[in-house]
Structure formats: C-alpha cells, structure tokens
C-alpha cells in the first residue's frame, strides 16, 4: 500500500498558501496548514477548500501555532508527521518590516530556523526524510548587481524583512549541506493574484480602481511608482514549489517571468481597462515610501524551465486584467467592452458607461 503524501504548510491562509493547498489537495495529498490564532477570522481565503474534520474524507487540516513559537512547531511536526513541509509564513510586506523590524526578523529567520531544527531532530530519530521548501523572495537581490538575477547573482537585502530571508535562505542551504536534508529554496519573484493582500501595490490599486468605478473612492495614495518588478501569477508559481520537492536531489531555483515593468506601467493599464486615465486619481504620499528601496528587480528562470520544466502562463497585461476584473466582480461590476460596466444589484441591473 502507498503512503498517501502529507504536506504541512505555513502561512496556509496566505496567497500562496491557499493556491499550494488547492493544487496538492488535487494531487491527493493531505494537507496540514499552521494558523495563527486571532480575534478576526483569517482563513477567508481557504474556506472554500475546508470540511469539517469530522467528515470521514475530510483532507484539509488546521493546527494553531506560530513560527515564533518552537515547542509548538515542533509538536505539530510530530503530530502531522508530513512528507513535505512548505515554509510560506511571514511577515511578508516590507514596508512594514521597517515598523516592526524584530517581529519580521522572528517569524521570518528564526521561524525557518525552528522549523529545520525539527526537522533535522525527527529525521535524525525516525530516520524518515521529509522534504523542506523555503519561501525566498527577490527581495534579497535588493539594491541591483547584476540584470537579469539568477540563483549566483550576489544577494544585497535592502530592508529588515530581506536581511531575514537571506538569513533563512543560508540556513536552508546550510541544513542540506550539514545533516542531508532534503531541502530547498525557491527564490520567488513577486506573484500576484485576485487573492493578493490588499496592501500590496497590485491588489492596491486593482481595490481602489473597482472602488473608483463604483463611486466609493475618489483618490489613491501611493508612493514610488518608478520601481520596477518581475510580476507573475501566483498559481503558476506555487507550482514551481512542489516541482522542487519532486526532483532526485534538493537544489535552489529563481522563479520569474523575465519580464520587468514599472508601478506606473500597471496603473496603465488597470485604470487603461476600464477607460480611465489614472493621472486623475492617483496622488502621492510619502508615507508609502520605503527608508531604502528596491528599484529594479527582473529574474531569470531558466534554471526553473530546463530541470523543473516550468513555464509562467500568464501574461502582464492577462494578470494585471484578471485582478481588475475580479475586484470589479467583488463589487457586483462586469466590464463590457473596455467601456461598459453592469452593476448586478438584488433587484435590478443598472448600466454605467464608462467615460472615453
Ligand atoms: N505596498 C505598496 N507598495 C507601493 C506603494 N506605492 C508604490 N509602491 C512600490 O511598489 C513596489 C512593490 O511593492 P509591494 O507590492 O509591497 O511588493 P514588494 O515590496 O516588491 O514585496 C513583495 O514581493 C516580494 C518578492 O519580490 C515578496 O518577498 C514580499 O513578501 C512581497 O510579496 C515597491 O517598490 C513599492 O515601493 C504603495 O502604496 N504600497
């Protein structure tokens, strides 16, 4: 009989998460998610995939804990005994990571280091390998070196929430090469998606431009809008995770679209989509901008589509319209045309034509 494969995730109610979790589930696995006890309900984005654990074939799982919080880690570990564990929890926005510098640098360093410490101890005792994926990010590029960046291009963090990622992509990589771990680092470029937190600059923009449309804001603070990112979509990436715990042997892998595009060029065509021009509705505050910045980030995957054989599916300008459409959606508003929208109320529909 074949064990069925058991996955155990942090920051399961994220974007990445919640997409990791729709696509092992469809693979069969079963899945443990780690969440982080609040005072408001955080699994929004995982409702839909979860049954009640009573259910006889119920497949999803939710554990309380925190990556700050190792004894806890370590028994949920042994609870779940999983064959793959996916390290995606954070605090994850690095503007924020200026504000809360020890707090980022807990769950993000030394919440990696508690997980491969139990890790490492319950492979040592069971002899049982588990598989270990490390969320990385592009921000540990930071200030540019080389273009486009690769898995070799030097790191240069340049804010609390990078410094930390690097921290715990030299740990990853330290585990494997010390006690055999089977574990590795995806150095993922920025992935957006409808499920984005609203904070970050994409689905900020997408909110507000739905808002706008539907007569409930007249204004969109934002900071740097010169910066450059390698945006691609986020289930397409969630995806390259699992295919780097699927090889022969533990490697670290860039995951990108190659392509790089300004905060500028998305307000473009967001606001462009439904007939907008965004320089009437975007103003600046400082308060969005970052004590240092990130200015240029583009990578190059071909790493990722060679052994991984990996590919991106979604164009810019097919993400950038997916987000759009999705937030409209959310507020009962269907674009037509690049012109019109319908708003579907409970009693009637209502036209607005958009202006040219
Ligand atoms: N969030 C935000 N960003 C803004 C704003 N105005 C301009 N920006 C600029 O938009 C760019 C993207 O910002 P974010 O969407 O916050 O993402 P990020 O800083 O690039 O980080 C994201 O991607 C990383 C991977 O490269 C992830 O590791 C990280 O967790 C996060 O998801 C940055 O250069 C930021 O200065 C604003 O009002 N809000």
Redesign the pocket.
């Known amino acids: 009989m074949t064990h069925r494969k058991r996955a155990l995730i942090t920051g399961i109610t994220g974007q990445d998460g919640s997409y990791l979790s729709e696509f092992l589930l469809e693979k069969g696995y079963e899945v443990h998610g780690i969440i982080r006890r609040t005072s408001t309900f955080n699994t929004d984005r995982i409702d839909h995939i979860y049954e009640d654990p009573h259910t006889l074939n119920a497949k999803l799982f939710l554990h309380y804990g925190d990556l700050t919080d190792a004894t806890t880690l370590r028994r949920v570990l042994e609870e779940v005994q999983p064959t793959e564990v996916y390290n995606l929890g ?1 605090q ?4 924020v990571s200026f504000d809360s510098p020890a707090y980022t640098v807990d769950s993000v360093a030394m919440g990696t280091l508690h997980l491969l410490e139990a890790i490492r101890d319950y492979q040592h005792r069971t002899d049982i390998q588990i598989r270990f994926y490390q969320a990385g ?3 540990m590029f930071g200030k540019v070196q080389e273009i486009p960046q690769t898995e070799t291009t030097p790191f240069y963090p340049r804010s609390p ?1 990078a410094c930390a ?1 690097v921290y715990a992509h030299w740990q990853t990589i330290n585990y494997r090469e010390a006690y055999n771990l089977f574990a590795c680092n995806g150095i ?3 992935h957006e998606s409808p499920r984005r937190g609203e ?4 689905r ?1 923009i997408t909110r507000a431009l739905a808002r706008i449309v539907a007569g409930q804001q007249k204004k969109l ?5 010169d ?1 450059k ?1 390698d945006w691609g979509y986020a289930k397409d990436y969630v995806k390259a995770m699992w295919l780097m715990l699927q090889q022969d042997a533990p490697d670290d892998y860039v995951v990108a679209t190659g392509e790089t595009h300004s ?1 500028k060029e998305f307000l473009e065509i967001a606001f462009g989509y439904v007939n907008l021009d965004w320089h009437e509705y975007v103003a600046f ?1 400082e308060r ?3 004590p240092a ?2 200015d240029l ?1 583009i990578g190059d995957a071909s790493k990722a589509k060679q052994l991984l054989d990996w590919q991106p599916s979604v164009s810019f300008e097919t993400l950038v319209h997916l987000m759009v459409e999705a937030d409209l959606k959310g507020l009962g508003l269907i674009p037509l045309n690049g012109h019109t929208v319908q708003l579907v109320t409970d009693t009637a529909t209502v036209r607005h034509t958009m202006p040219m």
């Open positions: 954070a994850s926005h690095v503007r990010s592009s921000e929430y990622k993922l470029f920025n904070t970050f600059v994409t900020k603070y934002l900071g740097n809008l910066t990112r905060v505050d969005y901008l970052r910045e990130v980030l």
